[in-house]
Nanobody
Framework: QVQLMESGGGLAQAGGSLRLSCVASTRMFHINSMAWFRQGPGNQRELVADITRNGDTNYANSAKGRFSISKDSGLNAVWLQMNSLKADDAAVYYC???????????????WGQGTLVTVSP
């Protein structure tokens, strides 16, 4: 089982910064990668950035050069540093973890409850 707890959302001015945090509580689950997704009003959920246990990262084009994903050494926590925020970045941001259930050896993914990011002009 995995529970993901996000924090750090809130209101930022355009051009400002926010740092999102996600802490994983795991039991009999090996996390292989974690990611941040977002869903704006009327939009589908989209990948923002992800990071593997080895530290390999991947970013959406909209996030490149402005956002940075990082992790702790054990991939129990990830952070998303968001700089130069734009109005289009306003969304609910979701933490995601993908891995393997140790009891069944099945792959699975888990979502956090989401944290709201609002960007003011």
């Amino acid at each position: 089982q995995v529970q993901l707890m996000e924090s750090g959302g809130g209101l930022a001015q355009a051009g400002g910064s926010l740092r999102l945090s996600c802490v994983a509580s795991t039991r009999m689950f090996h996390i292989n990668s974690m990611a941040w997704f977002r869903q704006g009003p009327g939009n589908q959920r989209e990948l923002v950035a992800d990071i593997t246990r080895n530290g390999d990262t991947n970013y959406a084009n909209s996030a490149k050069g402005r956002f940075s994903i990082s992790k702790d050494s054990g991939l129990n926590a990830v952070w998303l540093q968001m700089n130069s925020l734009k109005a289009d970045d306003a969304a609910v941001y979701y933490c995601n973890a993908k891995g393997v259930e140790l009891r069944t050896a099945r792959t699975n993914e888990v979502w956090g409850q989401g944290t709201l990011v609002t960007v003011s002009p």
